[in-house]
């Protein structure tokens, strides 16, 4: 049973920084892509970043320039170090992990609230 589970949410002031990481029960180099995806209340979740086993990464245009995603699969860890976040960032983040384009997982969210 494979197992995710984030940390490092938590509240911060407009311009601050968190960094995000997530913790696989299994070896991530298994997994062919890793991602961060986000969701708030009555809103769909949208992908914040995807970086694949071979390093290559995607960001949303939102977070262009702004957030880094990296993976270390000597650690099994992901991270997303968030800077210059905004209001607009606050939403619960989710690490997903997928071994195909039909089998991924899920971690249980971790909140980051951004607010003066």
């Known amino acids: 049973q494979v197992q995710l589970v984030e940390s490092g949410g938590g509240s911060v002031h407009p311009g601050g920084s968190l960094r995000l990481s997530c913790a696989a029960s299994?070896?991530?180099?298994?997994?062919?892509?890793m991602s961060w995806h986000r969701q708030g209340p009555g809103k769909q979740r949208e992908l914040v970043a995807s970086i694949g086993n071979d390093g290559s990464v995607t960001y949303g245009d939102s977070v262009k320039g702004r957030f880094t995603i990296s993976r270390d699969n000597a650690k099994n860890t992901m991270n997303l170090q968030m800077n210059s976040l905004k209001p607009e960032d606050t939403d619960v983040y989710y690490c997903?992990?997928?071994?195909?384009?039909?089998?991924?997982?899920w971690g249980q969210g971790t909140q980051v609230t951004v607010s003066s």
């Open positions: 299994v070896s991530i180099s298994s997994f062919i892509v």
């Open positions: 997903r992990a997928d071994r195909s384009v039909v089998s991924g997982y």
